[in-house]
């Protein structure tokens, strides 16, 4: 009697690793500096898009509050356009220095990762409103390639720093 379990029918299939892949980092084992220097920008790029999104999140739920502020005759406390005013002002500001930070963290990510014509052309492209999530996004894949490689678990927020110790 053999020690097999029998075979499910309903189990799904299994995949199997294909190692004739060929990636653009396939031969390419990076210095700890340059895998400490990636991880770190990948999460500067991280910060920068997401105060890229509240931002615009604000500005377009905020009007919709003001009106509702502005109608509400029992509130507790006077609304102050004033304040919504410096707020969007800093919402702005936050939003186009967010641009020119995840830019910058484009172009140190690429200049390790792929080269500097394609950096360039990324962060020519992450300023422009339409192609800009599009390059970024292709900047943030090419730095989790990059770790995974080199053996960086990259997760939501980017890369474990346990392993880059």
């Not at 075979?7 to 980092?25: C, G, H, I, L």
């Not at 406390?77 to 220095?97: C, K, M, T």
């Not at 422009?128 to 939501?156: D, E, K, Q, R, W």
Request: glycine letters at 6%; charged letters at 15%; aromatic letters at 10%.
């Amino acid at each position: 009697m053999s020690a097999e379990l029998p075979q499910n029918p309903y189990e799904s299939p299994v995949a199997v690793a294909d190692d004739r892949r060929v990636t653009k980092f396939a031969n390419l084992v990076a210095p700890p500096a340059d895998l400490r220097q990636v991880a770190r920008w990948q999460r500067v790029w991280i910060v920068a898009a997401c105060v890229q999104f509240f931002g615009l999140l604000w500005l377009e739920c905020e009007a919709p509050l003001r009106g509702v502020l502005q109608s509400a005759r029992s509130f507790p406390f006077q609304y102050q356009s004033e304040v919504h005013d410096v707020i969007d002002i800093a919402a702005v500001l936050s939003i186009y220095l967010a641009i020119l930070v995840g830019a910058f963290a484009a172009l140190k990510i690429t200049a390790k990762t792929c080269g500097l014509i394609v950096g360039t052309v990324a962060v020519v492209l992450s300023l422009i409103p339409c192609f800009g999530i599009l390059s970024l996004l292709y900047v943030s894949v090419l730095a989790t390639n990059f770790l995974h490689v080199n053996g960086i678990s990259v997760g939501l927020l980017g890369a474990d720093w346990k392993k880059l110790q």
